[in-house]
């Protein structure tokens, strides 16, 4: 039986940390499913979702772990199993609006007030050429509880959202 493992990878950028990683999975039977990984301020930063076999799963922690004397940060936990990640309605949310600091703050704790899950978050500020200045986009897939108040969410997003002068889409 496979055991899902869940890593976080951190080093300065420089060619074959993909490389090396797989390579460790793949030297103890196991295999590489989803991943995102990214330049980030000369740093390459990445997540990973793999599957090890249960009986290998220490000695492919241990050789992760070992890959900080490449300057390979690796930080790996045990998956859990599917039946614990939950139930509920999934919803996309995106955002676009000028950049300022604190958007993902007020916009997190409104997602948190209604126990909404961020199962998956990309954002990023890019240019406004047309209007000068800097433009915050988010798209986040969410996962809310089966007794959430969906309505209520889309409220106070709405609200959000004409208080911070973005655009909010928020859909099943």
Not at 41 to 51: C, K, N, P
Not at 56 to 78: F, I, K, Q, T, Y
Not at 86 to 102: K, Q, T
Request: glycine letters at 8%.
């Amino acid at each position: 039986m496979n055991q899902a493992i869940v890593l976080t990878i951190i080093a300065r950028d420089k060619p074959g940390i993909v490389r090396r990683v797989s390579a460790v999975l793949h030297e103890h039977g196991g295999a590489w499913h989803r991943s995102s990984m990214s330049h980030l301020a000369g740093r390459f930063a990445g997540i990973l979702q793999g599957t090890v076999p249960a009986e290998r799963v220490d000695e492919c922690l241990a050789a992760l772990e070992a890959l900080e004397s490449e300057g390979l940060h690796v930080v790996a936990r045990l998956g859990d199993p599917p039946e614990a990640v939950g139930s509920g309605a999934e919803y996309r949310l995106e955002l676009v609006g000028n950049d300022r600091p604190g958007i993902m703050a007020e916009i997190s704790n409104v997602l948190a007030r209604y126990a909404a899950n961020v199962q998956h978050l990309e954002t990023a500020v890019e240019s406004a050429s047309m209007a000068g200045g800097e433009l915050f986009r988010a798209r986040a897939h969410l996962r809310l509880p089966p007794d959430a108040e969906v309505a209520e969410l889309e409220a106070a997003l709405e609200d959000l959202a004409n208080d911070l002068m973005v655009d909010i889409s928020f859909e099943a």
